[in-house]
């Protein structure tokens, strides 16, 4: 059982690092040195926690889509997430907190198939036509979104926005180890987004 437990988190260890050191090759957190990219694509999250309490990643991941919208960096927001239901809208959410904070509804995609990271990365490139695009989460959640788009061909960079500190970031950072394992599985037996479905065409 040792030896079997300290195998395990040799493994944990490598995969964590593995997807760490690829990811941050292409993440930026300088609004100044990352290039421009045609499209940003926001990571969804619900903007509310389960006491009622304002998710701060949901609220600073608009405010980096905002950011970089406004210093010219992305032409296009897509805004990908669960839509799980009429009363959770992740996409609807984030399409009208972006309007609120000045960004044309003209240029908010909505995707309403982003129900994992896996699925919101491919669609980027397989439904919206984009072989380059910026990912825009928080550090941990951007290194790992990297690591699937370059697995798959895809040449994606990523914006950090802002990285709550305290409880609620220690509970994201336990599922994130389980969430990196899950990768390797998607990834070893091929796993594809859960729907597809027509191409949109963003102009240029």
Avoid at 143 to 159: D, L, S, V, W
């Amino acid at each position: 059982m040792l030896v079997i437990c300290f195998l395990f988190v040799i493994l944990i260890t490598w995969v964590n690092s593995t997807v760490s050191n690829t990811g941050n090759k292409f993440i930026y957190s300088s609004l100044d040195s990352i290039p421009h990219n045609h499209c940003g694509l926001v990571l969804g999250t619900s903007k509310y926690l389960g006491n009622g309490k304002r998710n701060l990643y949901y609220t600073m991941r608009i405010e980096a889509a905002t950011a970089l919208y406004n210093h010219n960096k992305i032409d296009f927001i897509i805004v990908s997430g669960d839509n799980r239901n009429i009363n959770y809208n992740e996409p609807i959410t984030m399409y009208n907190d972006l309007i609120s904070e000045g960004i044309p509804a003209r240029n908010i995609i909505l995707d309403y198939a982003g129900f994992r990271t896996l699925d919101s990365v491919v669609r980027g490139k397989v439904v919206f036509g984009q072989d380059n695009f910026t990912i825009i989460s928080q550090s941990f959640h951007n290194q790992r979104a990297i690591y699937i788009a370059r697995k798959k061909g895809i040449e994606a960079i990523a914006f950090n926005a802002g990285d709550p500190k305290g409880k609620q970031s220690f509970k994201v950072q336990v599922r994130e180890v389980a969430a990196r394992m899950l990768v390797f599985f998607d990834l070893f037996t091929s796993r594809q987004p859960h729907f597809l479905g027509e191409k949109v065409i963003i102009p240029q």
